[in-house]
């Protein structure tokens, strides 16, 4: 993947599962990098280390996304660190179940809107003005999920910021395009992380998931990394208001039956 060498890229969410395993793969292809936390200090520093041991400089932020009102001050320490950004992973997100049994009144919905859908926004925004007065190109990926397309029961908060996140990447590549500022989305299928690995390693729990994945197997955090580096390269210049699903073929499958 050409253009990654030393470009300047703010993950967030990078102190654990899929944020961690993007940090390793940029740095791997040469990336300085960001690298921001809430909560996982101790996951934070294991990142840190390992991007080190690939010879890139990288540098560790926290900020709590439900804070709104800190992401501006967030955003402007990350943007000095390298004096300007290339590129923005909005990774960082939580997983929620809402529903009229347990969040009769919306304060759970509100927060994982807050998170996972105005930060992403705000800091989006943010990178986007700080583009065009430096009068640069900038990369977006913004880490959505097949929730962003297809749902179930539990998930109206979480489905809600998703589809929300894939509807701002349209909006926001169509506004920024004339700055040279890419805004492009993933969508991660069943991807174990430190969180869900407990219950996604449980062998019936995989045998039930994998069956209906064509590619018969979990993803991995590298390989949404992949992804994500891929998003952000030079093999994509042509490449905006896309939301690129990596479900092993899960949402193709839809509800059909396995035969
Ligand atoms: N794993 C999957 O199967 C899957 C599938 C589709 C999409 N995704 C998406 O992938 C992203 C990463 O999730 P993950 O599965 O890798 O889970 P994870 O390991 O729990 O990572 C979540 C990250 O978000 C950060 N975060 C949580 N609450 C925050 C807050 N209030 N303010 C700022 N940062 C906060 C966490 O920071 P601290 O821990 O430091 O607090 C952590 O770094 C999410 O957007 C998720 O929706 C995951």
Same mark, same amino acid.
């Given at each position: 993947?050409?253009?990654?060498?030393?470009?300047?890229?703010?993950?967030?969410?990078?102190?654990?599962?899929?944020?961690?395993?993007?940090?390793?793969?940029?740095?791997?292809?040469? $990336?300085?990098?960001?690298?921001?936390?809430?909560?996982?200090?101790?996951?934070?520093?294991?990142?840190?280390?390992?991007?080190?041991?690939?010879?890139?400089?990288?540098?560790?932020?926290? $900020?709590?996304?439900?804070?709104?009102?800190?992401?501006? !001050?967030?955003?402007?320490?990350?943007?000095?660190?390298?004096?300007?950004?290339?590129?923005?992973? !909005?990774?960082?997100?939580?997983?929620?179940?809402?529903?009229?049994?347990?969040?009769?009144?919306?304060?759970?919905?509100?927060?994982?809107?807050?998170?996972?859908?105005?930060?992403?926004?705000?800091?989006?925004?943010?990178?986007?003005?700080?583009?065009?007065?430096?009068?640069?190109?900038?990369?977006?990926?913004?880490?959505?999920?097949?929730?962003?397309?297809?749902?179930?029961?539990?998930?109206?908060?979480?489905?809600?910021?998703?589809?929300?996140?894939?509807?701002?990447?349209?909006?926001?590549?169509?506004?920024?395009?004339?700055?040279?500022?890419?805004?492009?989305?993933?969508?991660?299928?069943?991807?174990?992380?430190?969180?869900?690995?407990?219950?996604? !390693?449980?062998?019936?729990?995989?045998?039930?998931?994998?069956?209906?994945?064509?590619? &018969?197997?979990? &993803?991995?955090?590298?390989?949404? &990394?992949?992804?994500?580096?891929?998003?952000?390269?030079?093999?994509?210049?042509?490449?905006?208001?896309?939301?690129?699903?990596?479900?092993? &073929?899960?949402?193709?499958?839809?509800?059909?039956?396995?035969?």
């Amino acid at each position: 993947m050409q253009g990654l060498k030393d470009k300047r890229i703010l993950i967030t969410g990078a102190s654990s599962g899929i944020g961690a395993g993007m940090a390793k793969v940029l740095a791997r292809k040469g $990336c300085r990098l960001v690298l921001h936390y809430n909560r996982n200090q101790s996951g934070i520093e294991q990142t840190l280390k390992k991007v080190k041991e690939f010879g890139v400089q990288a540098e560790i932020i926290r $900020c709590d996304f439900k804070q709104l009102n800190e992401l501006e !001050n967030f955003f402007n320490q990350a943007w000095s660190i390298y004096d300007g950004l290339d590129g923005l992973v !909005n990774n960082a997100g939580i997983v929620t179940k809402s529903t009229a049994l347990n969040d009769a009144l919306g304060e759970q919905f509100a927060e994982t809107l807050a998170v996972n859908l105005q930060a992403p926004y705000q800091l989006s925004t943010a990178f986007a003005n700080a583009c065009i007065q430096a009068k640069q190109p900038g990369a977006i990926v913004n880490n959505s999920s097949i929730h962003g397309q297809a749902t179930c029961e539990w998930f109206s908060a979480y489905a809600a910021s998703k589809m929300g996140l894939d509807a701002i990447t349209k909006v926001q590549a169509v506004e920024w395009g004339q700055f040279g500022i890419r805004v492009n989305g993933l969508a991660p299928g069943v991807v174990p992380v430190e969180r869900t690995q407990h219950i996604l !390693n449980e062998p019936s729990m995989e045998a039930k998931w994998c069956e209906r994945m064509p590619a &018969g197997r979990y &993803g991995t955090t590298e390989e949404m &990394g992949e992804a994500t580096a891929y998003l952000l390269s030079d093999a994509t210049q042509w490449m905006t208001g896309s939301v690129l699903t990596i479900d092993g &073929g899960l949402i193709a499958r839809g509800n059909y039956p396995v035969r």
